[in-house]
């Protein structure tokens, strides 16, 4: 089994900046694609940002060039640097996390999902 633990959500001033980490534990081989999700009230999920294994990045366009992904392949970590923050940005926000248990048996991961309110 896998497990992820997010944390590092909260309430900021629009204009502010917010750190999320999401930490990956259990019997995985290998990881591959992570990613950052969010779902507002009465939206569906949507993808805010992913990361290959090889640093490969994607941004939804509502988010290019305030946040900021990245990844600890040492810690089986990925990270979510949100600037520039905006009320629209008030989410939950999920991260999301693929890879390989040893047996090769392929796991989907999701986080618990950490509150992010960002006040005008």
């Known amino acids: 089994q896998v497990q992820l633990v997010e944390s590092g959500g909260g309430l900021v001033q629009a204009g502010g900046s917010l750190r999320l980490s999401c930490a990956a534990s259990?019997?995985?081989?290998?990881?591959?694609?992570m990613g950052w999700y969010r779902q507002a009230p009465g939206k569906q999920r949507e993808v805010v940002t992913t990361?290959?294994?090889?640093?490969?990045?994607n941004y939804a366009d509502s988010v290019k060039g305030r946040f900021t992904i990245s990844r600890d392949n040492a810690k089986n970590t990925v990270y979510l640097q949100m600037n520039s923050l905006k009320p629209e940005d008030t989410a939950v926000y999920y991260c999301?996390?693929?890879?390989?248990?040893?047996?090769?048996?392929?796991?989907?991961?999701w986080g618990q999902g950490t509150q992010v309110t960002v006040s005008s």
């Open positions: 990361i290959t294994s090889g640093g490969s990045t």
């Open positions: 259990g019997s995985m081989f290998s990881i591959n694609a």
């Open positions: 999301n996390v693929q890879g390989f248990l040893r047996g090769y048996l392929r796991f989907d991961n």
